[in-house]
């Protein structure tokens, strides 16, 4: 079950559109895996239209440009949703045999279906690449707005303790884990920043696959994994 979603704050922000798209995309793919936020959203959408039809006849009786003022209008309400981008149709990248239109990806045999706004990630995404402690990682290509992460955790599989300078959002894709924190569960939205300290680790027998963007490198602050800290920013980023 879904307990933690985005905030309040961060949903209206979402449906005003001033998200950085990176983060959007977070939000966006949440919500389509949970329909509390997506509910939320519908109705945020509907009062930020009213609003802008009352402010646009608003400004109509001081200007009477109507033409123009509802051009303003439409666009800003038809450019709301941010998931109603063209499916991409570049071909095929070799690692998880996606194409056009494709909604999955694999790693190691097993299949796992992704939330409706990361299909057209899917072909923008690398190969899958082994850390430490049973992770792995693909690289999703987000163009000018940086680099995405899917990251499977395998049964007992855990990223070293760490904190983080920037930002981290994580959506859980499939399955579940903990991190000494909190337990997450399949469409949990996490936000961490510098303030906390968390060891992520896949709970049960069949691992956990994450999507995560951060803005800077994490700092592992633990053991050993503190060795890792010169390199961390060659993954989890
Ligand atoms: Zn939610």
Not at 178 to 189: A, P, V
Not at 190 to 198: D, P, Q, V
Request: contains cysteine.
């Amino acid at each position: 079950m879904i307990k933690f979603h985005p905030s309040a704050r961060q949903l209206s922000d979402f449906v005003e559109g001033t998200l950085t798209p990176a983060i959007s995309l977070m939000v966006s793919a949440h919500c389509d895996m949970c329909e509390k936020c997506q509910r939320f959203v519908e109705i945020e959408t509907e009062s930020l239209a009213a609003q802008m039809v009352s402010s646009a006849s608003a400004k109509l009786d001081d200007s009477g440009d109507m033409a123009f003022q509802f051009g303003d209008m439409l666009a800003q309400i038809t450019a709301l949703p941010s998931d109603k981008q063209p499916e991409s149709v570049v071909t095929a990248s070799v690692s998880h045999h996606s194409k056009p239109g494709a909604s999955t990806i694999e790693l190691d045999g097993r299949t796992f279906t992704l939330p409706r706004t990361l299909h057209r990630y899917i072909d923008k995404t690398g190969n899958w690449s082994s850390l430490v402690g049973k992770l792995w990682q693909a690289p999703v290509d987000l163009g000018n707005q940086g680099v995405a992460n899917f990251i499977f955790m395998g049964s007992g599989g855990s990223v070293p303790e760490h904190t983080h300078r920037g930002t981290e959002y994580t959506l859980v894709i499939d399955g579940e884990f903990s991190d000494g924190l909190s337990r997450y569960d399949t469409g949990d939205f996490i936000f961490m920043n510098g303030e906390k300290t968390h060891t992520p680790k896949a709970e049960g027998k069949e691992g956990c696959l994450v999507f995560s963007i951060v803005d800077q490198p994490l700092h592992f602050t633990s053991g050993l994994a503190r060795l890792l800290n010169p390199f961390s920013h060659l993954f989890f980023r």
